[in-house]
């Protein structure tokens, strides 16, 4: 019988994530599996919050991968903190943003949204109007206000900073997503203000997909232990989650994934290795040498300069040129995977990650030097 696995090569994974994987995060992950309440792998829990909580720069008890990817995440900040009829706030200029909407309304949220276009930031001083309106037809605060730090679908970065400050004064919970943005760039969770964030493995901590680090601030938690109905979704109550990850006596809710959290412990050790400061730097400098090189082959970015994520690149498709044949010969001819644009921006621009592991001048090289070849 043939065996499929015996014939993958490594690929460099240029695309929205997953990204490249370290060699000593795949040697963490085939380390021997232990029991989920065994006491060494408690300790190695132990060692993952405190990691997280070091990198995302916050006091949070509640601070914990939760078991799915960066989706499961999402639902669960969304699931434990809204109940029917909540009154919820989506600022949206993407993907991630109107998979945000789309989660809150499954739930019975009263959801009000605020767009930006695709490619640009959500405006702080837009997100001000919105907040006064509410206030001005003498409605309570929104139960939370969400927004996607790193937009992966267009290459925005969107101003946290000054959003949460504003959302802060009206009394709602800040909820962020942070799938794209964690180990690339800095989170400062207690600093901003941040009540809810959720993360995923597989694009800047290079780890690969399947886990989701959440962190909640003590507000957040008080919201949720003093919900009036039970969270709908039994697999990712916190209720229940928390006496798992804390506590002197462990309760088992769900069999742990004990490998990927030897590869996330891995991941994590290793960009505390590196240097936090080092690692975003190397993502910035990473950045500036593809976007030159690029500007150099005539290619343009979709995003102003201020802008700019530095870990997800969305390049302008030129006119007459094939997108699809570009990716397709990256891949078969070079082993380099690039990404589509996704909805509005399908056809029209490339989507080039730099994330975490991938973001070495090496591989900025290789794909440049492919990419004069191809077109
Ligand atoms: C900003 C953002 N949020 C959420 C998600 C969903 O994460 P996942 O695909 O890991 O479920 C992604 C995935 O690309 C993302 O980029």
């Keep these: 019988m043939n065996n499929m696995l015996n014939d993958l090569q490594e690929v460099i994974l240029m695309g929205p994530g997953p990204s490249c994987v370290p060699d000593d995060v795949y040697t963490a992950m085939s380390k021997y599996t232990l029991g989920h309440m065994d006491g060494e792998f408690i300790r190695i829990m132990d060692a993952i919050k405190s ?3 070091q990198l995302l720069h916050t006091d949070n008890k509640l601070t914990i991968p939760v078991s799915g990817t960066g989706s499961a995440g999402m639902e669960t900040c969304f699931v434990n903190l809204i109940e029917r009829g909540d009154p919820v706030l989506i600022l949206k200029n993407g993907v991630f943003g109107n998979r945000m909407e789309d989660v809150a309304s499954r739930l019975g949220a009263e959801v ?11 405006i702080a001083d837009k997100v001000r109007q919105a907040l006064q309106k509410r206030s001005d037809n003498g409605k309570g605060p929104f139960k939370f206000v969400a927004i996607v730090h790193a937009e992966t679908s267009t290459g925005v970065k ?15 919970l800040f909820l962020v997503d942070a799938v794209t943005s964690f180990g690339g760039l800095s989170l400062e969770v207690d600093k901003l203000g941040i009540d809810a964030l959720y993360s995923g493995t597989q694009k800047c901590l290079s780890c690969p997909p399947g886990l989701s680090p959440v ?23 916190m209720n229940m989650i928390i006496n798992y990850w804390s506590g002197a006596t462990r309760v088992y809710h769900h069999t ?21 400061d080092n690692v975003y730097a190397r993502h910035r400098q990473t950045h500036e040498l593809l976007v030159s090189e690029l500007d150099s082959l005539g290619l343009k970015m979709l995003v102003e300069p201020e ?5 997800l690149n ?6 007459g040129v094939d997108e699809a044949r570009v990716r397709k010969e990256l891949r078969e001819t070079y082993r380099i995977e690039i990404g589509a644009g996704l909805g509005a921006l399908a056809g029209k621009v490339f989507r080039i990650g730099l994330m975490g592991h991938t973001a070495r001048k090496e591989n900025v090289d290789k794909l440049v030097s492919a990419l004069k070849k191809i077109l």
């Design 158 to 172: 969107n101003p946290i900073e000054e959003i949460g400050r504003l959302v802060h004064e009206t009394g709602a």
């Design 112 to 122: 009000e949204t605020l767009e930006s276009e695709w490619g640009t930031p959500i």
């Design 215 to 237: 962190t909640f601030s003590a507000e957040a938690v008080e919201t949720i232990q003093s919900r009036r109905t039970k969270v709908p979704n039994w697999y990712l109550d």
């Design 256 to 276: 742990a994934p004990i490998n990927m959290l030897y590869g996330l412990y891995q991941a994590l050790y290793l960009i505390l290795e590196e240097g936090e």
């Design 314 to 319: 969305a390049v302008v498709v030129p006119d």
């Design 51 to 53: 990691m997280l909580q």
């Design 307 to 311: 802008y700019r994520l530095p870990m």
